[in-house]
């Protein structure tokens, strides 16, 4: 056994090896720069606190050699196509912008007492508001000077990468090329159960509480003429990427929000508001919502919107939930893609700790699926309902477990709940008592309070925490093979698109 082990340890040398001298070569390039030490200081001190107070914003991930830089799946997968000069500021731009949306929160959620730190230590009173337009004037300094460097874009380019949320440390030491055939067999057993519901009429479906549904209060019809002109007015920028206005993010969230018919058979199974409760993350099921965000994949290589809908339970528990994954705060995401033209061509929903990806294409837009070499294909449990968009998606949730059963038929509820929508970004920076925030996840994007004792038995999968609650650009949505939900290629890569 210990020769076994040995062996996969030894051949990680050489990458851990290569790894840190790329680092290291990067960090010359950067010190190359000759930055003024009131800038660098700046940002040192800045990052230094909110690293102490353990307040990092993980939506997004840090640049390395470039403090005043971030990025996400979706940017860096973009860093290879940048052709021409406006290319390449729009993206340094939208880059910047990353960085100063993660640093509004973080300085949100610092405490007082470290905030009071920094300004004796920057030798000046520095509240939150004017903290983060100092944040904005060095941002906008340290890029102007970066970016008379001639190797600047270079250098960026090599800097900007995204983190995987797969460890290959975990998978060496749990032999994961043979603790992953068991895995995949129940994978596929798992994915068996969900067909099967999903060709099963919803009144035949097993009950075993109440039927509920909750319908967003704000209701929009749709319109594909209303679709096509916001997307198309939206890309007005040198990327062509979809970026709606508030107004217009309005439209379309109340014209796709999805009707959710709940089995409530405890008090686990009502959605609610996020709010923080004796320090601990809770769920107030008076006031249902549902967190909302976007986000851009590509689909055929072009720029697509995404709109994501995030809804809350207290907790995963109940009859029929696998004992190991039992435990507080549980939820979904649905995630509605638009094509070109704002025609929506997928849904896919997954629960919020990354497990039971599915995908759900158009009838017509996407064609067969492309096999994963040795994986796990993509799950498609069935097609888009042919009445979609004109009518709206509704999804059958069982009760405790709280999987995605069946979708599209009208069901015969025993009561309607109407929910809000609120800003995904609340929970990133949640009043806790007083005039103080934190975000509801921790600083490596999982959620607080949320643990399950699933990392005991899947470790060798390689999911760090794998079952807590994720936040968001940190889902793995496979055990075995890699993915990750906000993986700009995920539609080019798994299925022939028409």
Not at 36 to 63: C, M, W
Not at 211 to 231: A, F, H, I, M, Q
Not at 466 to 487: T, Y
């Amino acid at each position: 056994m210990r020769i076994n082990l040995r062996l996969p340890v030894f051949l990680l040398l050489p990458i851990l090896f290569f790894t840190g001298c790329a680092a290291i070569g990067l960090n010359r390039q950067v010190a190359n720069f000759q930055r003024p030490p009131e800038y660098v200081r700046f940002f040192a001190l800045l990052d230094r606190t909110i690293a102490e107070a353990g307040v990092q914003d993980g939506s997004v991930f840090t640049v390395s050699g470039f403090p005043y830089l971030r990025t996400n799946r979706f940017l860096t997968g973009l860093k290879n196509d940048l052709n021409t000069d406006a290319g390449k500021n729009e993206w340094v731009d939208r880059l910047q912008q990353l960085d100063l949306e993660a640093r509004q929160k973080e300085i949100h959620n610092l405490p007082a007492a470290a905030l009071k730190d920094l300004a004796r230590e920057l030798g000046e009173p520095t509240g939150r508001k004017m903290l983060q337009a100092q944040a904005a004037f060095y941002s906008e300094k340290m890029l102007i000077h970066d970016e008379r460097r001639p190797d600047f874009y270079e250098v960026l380019l090599e800097a900007v990468t995204d983190p995987s949320e797969y460890s290959t440390t975990m998978r060496v030491f749990g032999i994961y090329p043979l603790t992953s055939i068991p895995v995949a067999t129940v994978t596929r057993s798992v994915q068996e159960k969900f067909r099967k519901w999903h060709h099963t009429p919803p009144n035949r479906l097993e009950t075993l509480g109440e039927l509920t549904t909750y319908l967003p209060s704000w209701n929009t019809e749709y319109s594909e003429k209303t679709v096509r002109l916001v997307l198309n007015r939206s890309r007005q920028n040198e990327l062509h990427i979809p970026q709606p206005s508030s107004a217009d993010q309005k439209t379309l969230l109340a014209m796709f929000a999805p009707v959710l018919n709940q089995d409530v058979a405890a008090s686990y199974d009502h959605i609610g508001e996020v709010v923080w409760q004796d320090n601990k993350v809770g769920i107030n099921p008076a006031k249902p919502t549902v967190y909302y965000y976007f986000s851009h994949a590509r689909l055929k290589g072009a720029p697509v919107l995404q709109l994501n809908y995030v809804f809350w339970y207290s907790a995963r528990n109940g009859p029929k939930s696998p004992w190991i994954e039992r435990g507080p705060i549980d939820g979904i995401t649905v995630r509605v893609s638009l094509d070109y033209d704002g025609r929506p061509f997928m849904v896919d929903i997954m629960n919020n700790c990354g497990c039971y990806h599915f995908f759900v294409p158009h009838h017509k837009k996407i064609g067969k699926m492309i096999p994963t070499p040795f994986g796990i294909d993509a799950f498609v449990p069935r097609r888009l309902p042919q009445s979609y968009p004109q009518k709206r998606l509704q999804l059958r949730i069982i009760s405790g477990w709280h999987q995605v059963a069946h979708i599209d038929e009208e069901m015969n509820a025993a009561r309607s709940l109407s929910y809000q929508l609120a800003a995904y970004e609340q929970l990133e920076k949640l009043p806790h008592g007083g005039e103080s925030f934190e975000s509801i996840f921790n600083s490596a994007g999982i959620g607080k309070g949320s643990e399950r004792i699933e990392p005991l038995i899947f470790f060798p999968m390689g999911i760090v925490d794998i079952g807590s609650m994720r936040q968001r650009g940190h889902h793995a949505v496979k055990l075995v093979g890699r993915e990750h939900f906000d993986d700009p290629d995920l539609f080019d890569r798994n299925f022939e698109i028409d």
